[in-house]
């Protein structure tokens, strides 16, 4: 799930939110947020815009 949060966020050239990141997978959100979490935790992905993430590279 990490891999295609982070390939969709990739995709999407902008900050998104976990929300947007669900409905562009059609995955459950609780799946998603589980993976924002970790991937916050690995400094994977930061947030420019409050509520908003990005890949960190």
Do not use: H, T, Y
């Not at 947007?20 to 947030?47: M, N, P, Q, T, W």
């Amino acid at each position: 799930m990490k891999e295609q949060v982070l390939k969709c966020m990739r995709e999407a050239g902008k900050p998104v939110s976990a929300g947007e990141v669900a409905k562009a997978l059609e995955a459950d959100r609780k799946e998603v947020d589980k993976a924002f979490a970790e991937l916050k935790k690995e400094g994977a992905i930061i947030s420019p815009v409050r509520c908003k993430w990005a890949p960190a590279n």
